[in-house]
């Protein structure tokens, strides 16, 4: 009998328009009647998500920047973390100048950047002007990035480029050059994380914590980053729109992100989505 729900954000519970349909959360809510846990885990950090967890007034726990923290959005308890030690951000800050890739941190409590004109920072920005103030996500300018890691939490670096294959690339030499891990978490995104962190070690974690059986975990999810917590738990299901090598990794297929994809799929497995 399944105990827990775990599924992605961007391109899996939410559509192409960044929102939670009507459908997935009726769906999620009622998962609350039989005692079923939420959980959304993301490669955002968790305080990227509180437009999300207002919606959805069941979920409480968020595994955040793939993996590096668990985080009692309500409470704001940290049930788990793995950060970045601050001489490795600074290593690979100096690949991703050589590389020319734009890079940001997702610290503790906020997103940092040096750079006024990074792109997917800016893009942060404009995201906050759409938003009511209580579901601002909060972001800092600083003047040295390298200053800032050596006195605060750094959970994931944030790379950005417009070629998933250079993304790649680059991912190689930062896992060969520092004790990092670094895996695409998007098209145009890197993720570089501590060795270790992922969705799926923090599913790990979260259930022993909460006495919860893998096996009796669903998990829901599209990209590259989704695919050890697919292959991981009881039921992984890959969305429609999912990369094909995520949905040879899966063990269903659900309707696409846009199609209400994960609360149709869990009125399928419970029968009480949307009803």
């Known amino acids: 009998m399944y105990r827990m729900v775990v599924t992605d954000l961007d391109g899996t519970l939410l559509n192409s328009q960044k929102q939670v349909s009507d459908a997935n959360a009726k769906a999620i809510y009622k998962l609350k009647d039989q005692n079923i846990t939420f959980v959304m885990a993301t490669g955002r950090s968790d305080v990227m998500t509180k437009a999300y967890t207002k919606q959805l ?64 920072f800016l893009i942060h920005q404009k995201f906050n002007q759409t938003v009511e103030e209580d579901e601002e996500i909060p972001m800092r300018i600083v003047d040295d990035l390298n200053e800032y890691v050596k006195e605060h939490i750094i959970y994931k670096i944030v790379v950005s480029h417009n070629d998933k ?65 697919l292959t991981l738990v009881g039921l992984g299901i890959a969305m429609e729109n999912a990369d094909d090598v995520v949905k040879e990794a899966a063990d269903q297929i659900a309707g696409s992100n846009d199609q209400d994809g994960v609360g149709k799929e869990l009125e399928k497995i419970f029968g009480n989505a949307g009803k």
């Open 57 to 120: 007034k069941n979920a409480d726990i968020v595994i955040g920047c793939d993996g590096a923290v668990i985080r009692n959005i309500r409470t704001g308890e940290i049930l788990y973390e793995n950060h970045l030690s601050s001489e490795t951000c600074h290593k690979t800050f100096e690949i991703c100048k050589k590389y020319g890739l734009q890079y940001y941190v997702f610290a503790k409590d906020e997103l940092v950047s040096d750079d006024p004109q990074n792109e997917r």
């Open 165 to 229: 294959n250079y993304l790649d690339k680059v991912a190689e030499v930062v896992k060969k050059e520092t004790d990092a891990d670094a895996i695409r978490s998007g098209k145009k995104v890197l993720a570089v994380k501590a060795m270790g962190v992922s969705k799926a070690e923090a599913i790990k974690k979260l259930a022993q914590k909460l006495g919860i059986l893998i096996k009796d975990i669903i998990a829901f999810g599209d990209e590259v980053n989704d695919i050890e917590m």
